[in-house]
C-alpha cells in the first residue's frame, strides 16, 4: 500500500491550496484517513480526518470553517482544500490511513492510530 500525497508550495496569506493524496494498492474503499502536519521543531499536529466507512470528518479548532477533508472516490484518497492561509499553517503537510483499522472517533487526532503514511508536501504562507 502507497500513499502519495502532493499539491503542496507557495501561496500568499489569504490564499488556497488543494492538497491531494492517492492511495494504492488497498482492497477496501473508504478507510479511515488523516491529514498532519510538522512545522520545523515542533510535533507533528493532527489537522483533519475523515471516518472509515463514511463521511463523518473531524478538524482542529485551528483549521475549523478554513479547511476541507474530503474523499477521492476513485482512489480511496483524500482532498484536503485549504483557505484563508495563514503563515502559521506553514508546514510539511502528511496524509495517513488507519489501513484495515477502524477507531473510535476520539482516536482520529493521534498520530500513533495510523498504519500507513506518505511522504509529506511542502506549504508555506508567505506574509
Known amino acids: 500500500v502507497q500513499l502519495q500525497a502532493s499539491g503542496g508550495g507557495l501561496v500568499q496569506t489569504g490564499g488556497s491550496l488543494r492538497l491531494s493524496c492517492s492511495v494504492s494498492g488497498l482492497t477496501f474503499s473508504k478507510p479511515g484517513m488523516g491529514w498532519f502536519r510538522q512545522a520545523p521543531g515542533k510535533e507533528r499536529q493532527f489537522v483533519a480526518a475523515?471516518?472509515?466507512?463514511?463521511?463523518?470528518?473531524y478538524y482542529a479548532d485551528s483549521v475549523k470553517g478554513r479547511f476541507t477533508i474530503s474523499r477521492d472516490n476513485a482512489n480511496s484518497g483524500v482532498y484536503l482544500q485549504m483557505n484563508s492561509l495563514r503563515p502559521e499553517d506553514t508546514a510539511v503537510y502528511y496524509c495517513a490511513s488507519v489501513g484495515m483499522g477502524n477507531p473510535i472517533m476520539s482516536s482520529y487526532y493521534r498520530p500513533s492510530t495510523y498504519a500507513l503514511w506518505g511522504q509529506g508536501t511542502l506549504v508555506t504562507v508567505s506574509s
Open positions: 475523515v471516518r472509515k466507512g463514511t463521511s463523518s470528518t
